[in-house]
């Protein structure tokens, strides 16, 4: 199999797919390897270490996309890459076409085959691909949200743990997957207050034994309303896999929280779970509506690529390894990472949501 790595185009983004030593396990496989030039600089990854595997280093996107059949991108397609995908590339990337119909239709046009990574399953129904940015995106957005507080960029001006003789910073997570758990876990961690919400009540006990300062609450549209009101830092974590995030806050509640506070929306890239959040991006990352600070960065975990990028690309390894036999298609958890296909969209989920 030819596999190309192209550098990725969106704002910011600093992740490359394969890291070297990953590209040198595909060639020992029997397969070339093709990297764009510069793609992995910002992950800390140069020409040199790739080539010194045996990865043939291309100068540009379009002799990388010309000389390979399957790619193996971080993030979902736009427009300057999209010119250089033909009808018989397999697109292996996040994809997210459940909140991005005209991506879904660009990619039909073409005619090739996308395999998302948030589709692709393991036996136990989880999605392997999915987690480890997760993890990273839930730390950040603790990070983040603390940073944005500060009355220099905009927030209240509350410091998120406190000191001995204050009252610490209210964080209210929806969502005890691993992204909200990961959220929940970093702000208890920094002394905050942290209610956590979910319509599974023994996620969020896991998390309440094992931190003092975490307190769960079963998912409601009471219990939100109510813990939205009081949040210093609201963060949305809510993952339905495949599909469109389900809107539990509305703007009549973003109105009800004090002004200064922050939300970040971590499910912004399936659509968000909160009503005023919009895509946004690491050069224009926030924007106030109502007097709340709105961070919506679709790629959060572009701000560490070298973390990202190694987590990323040990995780995809063996199913990269997968896609260069014949028998791929065979592979259930590959199947369910289909989206598109010979023009036409070949997964149920990704049909459902885009019909809402």
Not at 56 to 85: Q, T
Not at 138 to 152: E, K, N, V
């Amino acid at each position: 199999m030819k596999i190309g790595v192209p550098k990725e185009t969106k704002v910011l983004e600093g992740r490359v797919a394969l890291i070297p030593e990953a590209c040198a396990a595909l060639i020992r496989q029997g397969n070339q390897v093709f990297i764009e030039t510069g793609a992995g600089e910002p992950s800390g990854y140069k020409d040199e270490q790739y080539s010194a595997h045996g990865v043939v280093v291309m100068p540009g996107a379009a002799e990388l996309y010309a000389a390979a059949c399957l790619i193996v991108k971080v993030k979902e397609p736009i427009e300057s890459d999209l010119s250089y995908l033909r009808q018989p590339h397999i697109l292996f990337c996040y994809l997210h076409l459940a909140a991005n119909l005209p991506l879904t239709r660009r990619l039909c046009e073409i005619g090739l085959t996308a395999i998302a990574f948030e589709t692709v399953t393991d036996e136990a129904g989880s999605l392997p691909l999915l987690k480890p940015m997760s993890e990273i995106a839930g730390i950040l957005s603790i990070q983040i949200g603390t940073h944005l507080l500060h009355q220099p960029q905009g927030g209240k001006g509350l410091m998120l743990g406190g000191l001995s003789m204050t009252e610490p910073g209210h964080v209210v997570v929806l969502g005890a997957g691993v992204a909200g758990s990961a959220a929940a876990k970093q702000a208890a961690a920094m002394g905050a207050r942290v209610t956590v919400i979910d319509r599974d009540e023994s996620r969020f006990s896991i998390l309440s034994q094992a931190h003092a300062n975490i307190s769960g609450e079963l998912s409601s549209e009471i219990s939100i309303a109510q813990a939205v009101n009081g949040a210093d830092l609201l963060v949305g974590a809510v993952l339905l896999p495949g599909l469109h995030a389900p809107r539990l806050v509305t703007e009549s509640q973003v109105k009800c929280m004090q002004p200064g506070s922050v939300i970040i929306d971590i499910s912004v890239d399936q659509g968000g779970c909160i009503e005023t959040i919009r895509a946004t991006d690491y050069q224009n990352p926030t924007y106030f509506k109502h007097n709340i600070l709105h961070f919506g960065v679709t790629n959060m975990p572009g701000a560490v690529p070298r973390t990202a990028s190694q987590a990323l690309s040990a995780v995809i390894l063996p199913y990269v390894q997968c896609l260069c036999g014949d028998n791929w298609q065979q592979h259930k958890s590959l199947q369910n990472g289909i989206n598109v296909r010979d023009g036409e969209i070949d997964n149920p989920l990704i049909i459902q949501a885009l019909k809402q």
